[in-house]
């Protein structure tokens, strides 16, 4: 079994590709390298740079590595650049995984998972969410998932794909070894940005909004790390290659931290006080975003193993740490 990782020399991507590898999985990578690092790719790992929305190539992709499992983590991921240039997300995420879909079901890959998320949901009025809540995202990159969501969705029921959509909450952490992590020097993440002000490499971080129907006034997430997300993948696989029926899971511990409690983790792990103003909200925040997390631990038998806000913390720490000794390497 060649599994197709497109995105995989990005964050999450990087990290399943370990899964995998780790597992004994052969995978091959297709990336643009518009936010990856080919670096970041597991080196028993085949690498083709070009586009998830080139059928051409997908085609040749899949018959030369006898393909039969794709995993989509290809995307545009920041939120305000998609309400900035709606038409943008839904080439990069909409149009270009019909094409990837098309692909699939043109060359007979029977099995599909796709990176969606818990923007799907919107301002959700229930929390947790389970995967049941009113699907109703408040922006374009929101939509753009949701409607990948269901092009598989309609896709499954025409054609022999099998598909699990796994709608991520808040990703986060690095791999335990040190292989991977968050690498974009532009990331907005708030984990990313806290380590990086704890490392001297910001002056400060700014927090969005106190002002939220939250018990501190800012608001409450649901932080997984990015090495369970990445077995849970692995599961997701064994659950369809095993016979198992299209789905749609969360993928969250079910519990909230709010920004000020990531904080104090960030400075408690690095034991560093960097200096942290207050901010206007920002644009588009739902208040709380946490997971009903049942439905993935009963279906593939899902067990967190890193389920603690002090080790994602201190495995992010680790792996700005190397970013920054890899840097100086460099000069
Ligand atoms: N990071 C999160 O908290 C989070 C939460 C929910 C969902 N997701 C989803 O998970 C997926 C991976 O996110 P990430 O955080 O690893 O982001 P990332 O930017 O690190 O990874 C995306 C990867 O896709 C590649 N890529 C982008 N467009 C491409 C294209 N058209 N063709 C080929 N390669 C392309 C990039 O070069 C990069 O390597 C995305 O689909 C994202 O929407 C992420
Ligand atoms: O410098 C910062 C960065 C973030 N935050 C706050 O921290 C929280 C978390 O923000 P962030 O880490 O940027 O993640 P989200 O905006 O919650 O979005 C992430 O999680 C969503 C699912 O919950 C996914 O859909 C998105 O792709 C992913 O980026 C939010 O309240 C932010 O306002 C700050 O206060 N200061």
């Keep these: 079994m060649t599994v197709l990782v497109t995105g995989g020399a990005g964050y999450i991507g990087s ?23 080919r670096w970041a790719v597991h080196p028993e790992a085949a690498v083709v740079e070009g586009d998830c929305g080139d059928e051409a190539l997908l085609g040749k992709v899949i018959r030369e590595h006898g393909v039969d499992a794709i995993v989509h983590f290809a995307g545009s991921i920041v939120v ?5 240039d709606p038409l943008g997300y839904y080439l990069n995420n909409t149009v270009r995984s019909r094409a990837l879909i098309a692909a699939a079901v043109a060359n007979g890959v029977p099995r599909f998972l796709f990176s969606s998320t818990a923007a799907v949901y919107g301002d959700a009025k229930e929390s947790p969410i389970v995967e049941t809540a009113p699907l109703d995202p408040v922006s374009p990159y929101g939509t753009s998932k949701l409607m ?3 092009m598989l969705r309609d896709t499954a029921r025409a054609h022999p794909l099998k598909y699990v959509a796994l709608r991520y909450f808040n990703v986060a952490g690095a791999d335990p070894a040190g ?3 968050q690498s974009s020097p532009r990331a907005t993440h708030l984990i990313k940005v806290a380590t990086q002000a704890a490392l001297g490499e910001r002056t400060h971080l700014d927090v969005f909004g106190t ?14 790390h990015v090495s369970d997300l990445a077995r849970a993948h692995v599961l997701a696989l064994d659950h369809l290659a095993a016979g198992g029926e299209s789905a749609v899971f969360n993928c969250g511990y079910g519990r909230g931290y709010s920004v000020l409690e990531v904080i104090e983790a960030v400075k408690r792990v690095s034991g560093v006080d ?11 925040d739902p208040a709380a975003l946490v997971a009903g997390a049942g439905r993935i631990r009963e279906t593939l038998g899902w067990k967190p193993e890193l389920d603690d806000l002090d080790t994602i913390v201190a495995h992010a720490l680790a792996w700005e740490r190397n970013l920054a000794a ?3 390497a460099a000069e």
């Design 15 to 37: 990290h399943m590709v370990l899964a995998l590898r780790d597992a004994g999985r052969e995978v091959v990578v297709l990336d643009n390298l518009s936010t990856g690092f």
């Design 211 to 224: 002002d939220y129907p939250t018990p501190d006034g800012t608001c409450l997430r649901d932080y997984i």
């Design 148 to 150: 990948t969501e269901m």
């Design 179 to 181: 292989r991977s992590g």
């Design 326 to 328: 890899r840097r100086q």
């Design 274 to 284: 960097f200096p942290v103003n207050h901010a206007p909200r920002r644009a588009g």
């Design 80 to 84: 305000p650049d998609s309400v900035a």
